[in-house]
């Protein structure tokens, strides 16, 4: 094996006693947090494992403490997915910023496709993490239950779809968010209003297009048509709609990317936003919503805010806090008006 | 605990071994690899594991196979770098794809700062991982020798800077590429070429500044400008270059980001390319070439070659074969001719 690979050099826990002139009972105490240990101590030993560089064998260490100071970060999509849709890099952020106060190590995993449940399921079940936070979950596929029965807890980002999955979640008020949308556009004496859908395998998506039909309890099905949350998707999905109703006069679309596709086509088209078409997205997210042409108006939610939740209800699990496993979080969203409704 | 925590449902070895009609030791091998064991009962045991969905215990199994089943890949760049450059995208997908045909768990890690040093060389010797794979290190910091001391054998994607680093690593031939780059524009009757370099703690960097140099030895130092691999850095630079050097009619960019940053800026300031001002780029990335206006000519780097290339030789030093510590890999670059040059 490689020279780099016989960590011959790395001082041990007998190296840090002897430097700190301390016992080796008291050295592996305070790395372990230092309760019962007398300040003075606990200082005499953090100066020595400073100066030797002494890194506690973590392995041993989490027979001790029961954790092993990392998070698996599930997201249930393929990885050109993850690095395209800004939405992925919000939540993370948030997730990430969190566990650094926990000075929790977060470990990205990702699904290319269901080839890649078992191996999953088998990290989670293998005692690498302390518990797992996962996002972006579709109804159809057997990741969810996979999760939620792995051996370590487990946060979702979203509601989860069906029954038989009970595991804590954050998520935003999609409904109310979708509602006050399309409410929006009637206020603006819009009568003919389309919605691009997201895709009908996850709950966002679904309790959008509910929010949706609650104000408009009688829209002509011809005005909703499917997208997949996608920027492509939401331009040919703006395209079938202008097929279908020539005449419609507002479009919400239920994420910012399929509201810029449909921008984008609209303006191909030659047909003005708002004068035509007043255009609503969902998201608020600074990388779409900066570049479209009109600004976009759109329903905010707060990305980064629910990642950071979602940790510190897993937290709360990790702590033993019974009553966090139903603690599940609806957070607000808000309109946030531009010029293109 | 929540119930999804208990796993209380979950088949057992035992049970396993009872459906299938084998003893326990025989489950026991099928799971850790089958050998040794008839193809029949080889067959009967996986049967049995698909019916009653049996997971093996990972952490049982570690103890037997010496391995994890995954691989930790270290990207030393904050969060906002890794979503917003696709170069970590294309590079990321290469080992993807390698260690889903070796069965084996990408986890992803990053650095948002020094501050997560000690957590990650805390995972790295926790027992989680059985390698690392390390990409866009810079010689500043502590992390490359902090991943060559760690207790798993590790490659890095990329050239180390300096001594005392002796990891293998994969890196593209820099300097041939960059040198080729500069001697089309040499052939092309451009007379002052400006070079926008890389971040100067970045091998690639320094081999590309270093191949610019070998062609043109007496190069004006005006002509030489420091970007940091961003697109917003690209055009920076050029302005920098416009301001020092009007005369100029080429610039190499060290990679295509930058290069794009450029174009944008030469259009902006009404200057053509590649009449006034001839630009070629580094890495041939799809994402960014299909947008840039006029066709970016590149030098076309592998990336996700690489990426395999790196994962083929973690797991020849995993397999302990012991000439892969030394067995570095230079992969060859192509210039592409478009129309910026």
Chains 1, 2 share one sequence.
């Not at 002509?220 to 020539?246: I, K, V």
Request: with cysteine.
């Amino acid at each position: 094996m490689p020279e780099q690979t016989t960590g011959a050099s790395r001082p041990t826990l007998e190296a840090v006693a002897a430097h700190a002139g301390v016992s080796r009972a008291t050295v592996s105490r305070v790395v372990n947090g230092g309760a019962g240990v007398r300040r003075a101590l606990v200082d005499k030993v953090r100066k020595a494992v400073e100066e030797l560089g002494y890194v506690p064998n973590h392995a041993a260490r989490s027979l001790v403490t029961r954790r092993h100071g990392a998070v698996a970060v599930i997201i249930a999509e393929p990885e050109f997915r993850i690095f395209s849709d800004p939405f992925f890099e919000r939540q993370v952020r948030g997730i990430s910023r969190e566990l650094t106060t926990h000075d929790t190590q977060l470990v990205l995993l990702w699904v290319e496709g269901p080839g890649d449940h078992q191996r999953i399921e088998r990290y989670l079940n293998g005692g690498h993490v302390d518990g797992a936070l996962a996002f972006s979950l579709h109804s159809d596929d057997r990741l969810p239950a996979l999760i939620a029965r792995s051996s370590v807890p487990a946060v979702f980002g979203g509601r989860p779809a069906g029954s038989g999955v009970t595991v804590p979640f954050v998520d935003c008020d999609n409904r109310g968010g979708a509602r006050e949308a399309v409410r929006h556009l009637v206020s603006l004496g819009r009568e003919r209003i389309a919605h691009i859908a997201g895709p009908r395998d996850q709950t966002s998506a679904q309790d959008r297009i509910a929010g949706y039909h609650d104000v408009l309890v009688d829209a002509d099905p011809a005005l909703l048509c499917q997208g997949d949350f996608t920027r492509e998707s939401g331009a040919r999905a703006m395209a079938e709609l202008l097929e279908r109703r020539p005449d419609l006069d507002a479009v919400f679309a239920a994420n910012d990317l399929m509201a810029a596709g449909a921008l984008g086509l609209l303006r191909e088209r030659g047909i003005r936003v708002p004068q035509d078409v007043a255009v609503v997205g969902f998201d608020d997210m600074d990388a779409v919503v900066r570049d479209t042409d009109p600004a976009l108006t759109t329903v905010r939610q707060d990305i980064e805010g629910m990642g950071r939740l979602m940790v510190k209800l897993l937290m709360r699990l990790l702590d033993g806090a019974a009553e966090a496993a139903s603690a599940s979080v609806i957070t607000q969203t808000s309109l946030v008006r531009r010029a293109s409704a």
